[in-house]
């Protein structure tokens, strides 16, 4: 369905397109925002788990760069409580050699040496292949690929709105 625009004059067209301007960004910063965090949970639900430090340092992480545009990332920090099995705490280069190696090669070093954990069987029970290497880069195009038509659909709601 196209959206209808009202034209009556100049004026009229300037005031519509600024209400268009001042609307569309918000709602494609609330899409972005709401596919982050699909994004973040899908990786958690995704992620290898053994004392569950990788799972809970997936995060959202936004910054605005050097244009002054929002950029919406999602990232594994590493928790500020985090420990090894031993139970002693671990360090940062530690913790990003882990998460490095998990994502990016957990079938063929973390669980072919150790086995995959209880919590990581349970979640490949639920999500098959999803769950090991490659978690966030998985979760992120499932996401993706639904993303763009929800862009499409929030503007087109915008524009809908304001001709309404």
């Known amino acids: 369905m196209k959206p209808k625009l009202k034209v009556t004059g100049l004026a009229a067209v300037r005031t519509e397109l600024r209400s268009y301007g001042d609307r569309v960004p918000d709602a494609a910063r609330k899409t972005m925002h709401r596919s982050a965090e699909i994004i ?63 994502h990016e090669n957990y079938e063929s070093h973390v669980a072919y040496v150790n086995g995959p954990s209880r919590a990581t ?11 090991g290497s490659f978690f966030l880069r998985t979760a992120a195009e499932e996401e993706e690929k639904k993303l763009d038509d929800k862009m499409v659909n929030a503007i087109t709601k915008v524009i809908n709105e304001v001709s309404g």
């Open 40 to 102: 973040r949970d899908n990786a958690r639900e995704y992620a290898p788990e053994d004392e569950g430090n990788l799972v809970r340092g997936i995060k959202i992480i936004k910054d605005y760069g050097a244009s002054g545009r929002l950029q919406i990332d999602i990232g594994i920090e590493m928790p500020a409580d985090a420990f090894s099995k031993s139970g002693t705490p671990l360090t940062q280069e530690g913790f990003d050699r882990y998460a490095t190696l998990v």
């Open 121 to 131: 069987i349970a979640k490949m029970a639920r999500h098959g292949e999803k769950v």
